[in-house]
């Protein structure tokens, strides 16, 4: 802007600098020479590492789109007819996709699932016209496969592949009797009289268009965010159903990166990006803009108001009316290991800055099978693929609670990390696939050594749960056992064998230091000496005859299982290598384990007693006949920084110590409507 001043000259005057967000930037600084060269190479690598979809892949997208809008429009006219309807209201009936997520973001890659959904009239509804009626006429689509319904999700969706490009359609149903083309999903008046799980549906779109506005640099987020959602597939922290962090929740992390340093290139932003969330300090919430109330009445994410807000461990607030928190199923122990991967992205992002390593070692794949002693498997089958398909999206997204009951049954003293990859042994002569979670003590707690966790019961409950599913059908099992590393099955390896320990690369020490791993050398021969003799142990309980257990018949859920092998009918077995069989269900073809048993001891053999279980496929793993005893895992440190586990009424004030401002300086002291900054001291950005 120009302004006269006295002797009649004209100035330019400068104007305020724009604030993104509910504070003032950490830093105003643009890129040196080295953050671009550094950014160039970032966009190579990128771009050599697959990330961006081909010319044809995005035209296949944009008319398998229109596939999909006309399906629905069809759908919404047959049901005003069948509904009797005016031929002119037949004529206007109208349903309208909305896209969202990666792919309205801009950031989705090939093989991407697109994020949409389906606006339709208030006269058609969600539990009967779409899950029942439209995933009919889905059904008989040669185009469609794979089709999956989840009506019991938080947020409800339909997922099938629709000549091969994955889809998930979700559907709201607004007050309107004609859905307009031009309908402008952010106007707040398409809440009006709607409930929650439709105001969820609608929200994907509205939080979409909301990031985009709210970020300084859309190409330069896009970028960030594309490399981060890389970053955490790769070191397995990439689920927001087994209680990571998804699509959106990366999204709004970055975008408040993109805020605090609004003139940075994607390169710098990366570094900083887990500069910053390396010491934020949870709970403290993450938020783009103000948290605003409206006369909808609708609840938005208010701890001080709603108590059921002050147990969220990572609050990721949503920038669009009603605000809610993203991240409701991030539990402690998934908190925990996020942390540990912001440590790792913090130090390979420090040694990338002073030209030590390349882009590539910050994706280097996470070595989950080698980070602890002892897991988790859960292994699910059904009696066919479409059915494994169904069965396989339940109980995936019923793992979180199992990860939680485990946390509440230990008192926390037992942490979980669950691994959001699927593998499928394609030696079962029956669709089969299996998840895992690591397990190891809670570190930093005297006491713990050679103590055993009972955690039958915990797997019984989740596995009552599980069979809860109304779409159950026969051949549909889950079995969840305790399996140690060495023991591990052949088909989590991606060459079929196990990777040699001593070709473990000192970086994928999760949550160590070069100092530490440096230190931690010096007593590796003690370590491996001890584990030896541990092992021999192992192997002696297993060879000596002991003692029969005692069991009083009023309590025989406290006897200590060694193997937590539990389905809808399964069989565990007790510390002395007793069976103990578990109630179960039918299954169909399965007649070996039709019926149900009442919970007894088993005086036959060990290895008979399993021969049910053998015969399906289950796999028979002898060494897990020896105590259920958690190990420490010998590499892993607990990250104690950032991570504030302490809950308040109100979320008060996050502090991040940044060596670009060079002292603690309060980033957000959230008030409900708004934050302040409080700087003390601003030095100039290296």
């Known amino acids: 802007m120009e302004i006269q001043s006295p002797n009649g000259s004209l100035q330019k005057q400068s104007l305020p600098p724009k604030n993104y967000g509910i504070t003032k930037p950490i830093s105003l600084a643009g890129p040196s020479e080295a953050d671009i060269q550094r950014n160039t190479e970032l966009e190579k690598f990128l771009i050599e590492s697959g990330l961006y979809e081909s010319k044809e892949e995005a035209a296949k997208r944009e008319e398998v789109l229109g596939h999909i809008s006309e399906i629905v429009k069809s759908w919404v006219k047959q049901l005003t007819r069948q509904r009797g309807y005016t031929d002119q209201m037949v004529e206007e009936a109208n349903a309208v996709i909305f896209t969202f997520g990666s792919y309205r973001l801009g950031v989705h890659g090939p093989g991407a699932d697109i994020d ?81 799980q439709t105001v969820r549906s609608l929200n994907g779109c509205r939080v979409a268009d909301q990031i985009l506005k709210l970020v300084p640099n859309v190409e330069h987020f896009r970028m960030t965010l594309r490399c981060l959602k890389f970053w955490a597939k790769r070191r397995g922290v990439y689920s927001n159903v087994t209680g990571f962090l998804g699509g959106v929740n990366w999204a709004l992390l970055v975008a408040r990166v993109c805020q605090l340093y609004p003139n940075a290139v994607p390169s710098m932003l990366v570094s900083r990006f887990f500069r910053v969330y390396t010491q934020w300090r949870w709970p403290n919430p993450v938020m783009l803009c103000s948290i605003e109330e409206d006369e909808l009445g609708f609840p938005v994410w208010d701890p001080r108001k709603n108590p059921r807000d002050r147990f969220h461990h990572m609050p990721i607030i949503t920038p669009a009316y009603p605000c809610m928190n993203s991240s409701y199923n991030v539990s402690l122990s998934t908190l925990r290991v996020m942390m540990e991967q912001f440590q790792f992205g913090n130090r390979i992002c420090e040694e990338i800055d002073l030209n030590k390593a390349q882009w590539s070692a910050l994706v280097e794949p996470h070595l989950f099978f080698e980070a602890y002693k002892n897991y988790l498997q859960v292994d699910i089958v059904s009696a066919d693929a479409d059915d494994l398909l169904a069965w396989k999206g339940w109980v995936e997204s019923r793992l979180r609670q199992l990860t939680l009951k485990i946390e509440r049954d230990t008192n926390g003293m037992l942490q979980c990390h669950p691994y959001p990859n699927e593998y499928v042994d394609t030696s079962k002569q029956f669709p089969h696939c299996a998840f895992f979670m690591g397990l190891q003590r809670k570190e930093g707690v005297s006491g713990l050594e050679g103590q055993q966790f009972d955690i039958r019961g915990t797997v019984d409950e989740f596995r009552q749960e599980i069979s809860m599913y109304m779409y159950w059908k026969p051949g549909m099992d889950i079995y969840v056992s305790h399996v140690r590393r060495r023991q591990l099955p052949a088909f989590v390896f991606p060459d079929g064998y196990r990777r040699p320990r001593s070709l473990r690369h000192p970086s994928q020490q999760t949550g160590k230091t070069c100092e530490d791993v440096t230190r931690s050398r010096s007593g590796s021969t003690e370590r491996q000496i001890k584990r030896k003799r541990d092992d021999e142990t192992v192997d002696e309980k297993l060879n000596k005859p002991e003692k029969r257990a005692s069991i009083s018949p009023l309590r025989m859920e406290s006897v200590s299982p060694d193997i937590i092998t539990s389905k809808s009918g399964g069989t565990s077995h007790n510390s002395n290598g007793q069976a103990v069989k578990v109630e179960h269900r039918g299954t169909g073809d399965l007649d070996s384990l039709r019926g149900q048993t009442s919970l007894d001891v088993d005086d036959s053999s060990v290895v008979r007693s399993v021969e049910s279980a053998e015969q399906i496929g289950l796999p028979f793993r002898q060494e897990l006949l020896s105590p259920c005893e958690v190990s420490d895992f010998e590499t892993r440190e607990a990250c104690k920084a950032g991570l504030n586990q302490e809950k308040t009424a109100d979320s008060t004030s996050a502090f991040i110590n940044d060596p670009e401002i060079g002292s603690s300086r309060r980033i957000l002291n959230w008030k409900g409507v708004g934050a302040e900054v409080d700087r003390e001291v601003v030095k100039a950005c290296n």
Do not use: W
Not at 136 to 145: F, G, M, Q, R, W
């Open 116 to 196: 949409t959904l389906c606006v339709g009239p208030s006269y058609v509804n969600r539990e009967e016209d779409f899950f029942i009626i439209l995933h009919d006429i889905l059904a008989e689509k040669e185009e469609v496969t794979e089709l999956q319904p989840v009506p019991d999700a938080h947020v409800p969706v339909m997922r099938f592949k629709f000549q091969g490009i994955s889809i998930d359609l979700l559907y709201a149903s607004i007050s309107l009797l004609v859905v307009p083309d031009d309908l402008d999903i952010s106007r707040e008046s398409v809440l009006h009289n709607v409930d929650e």
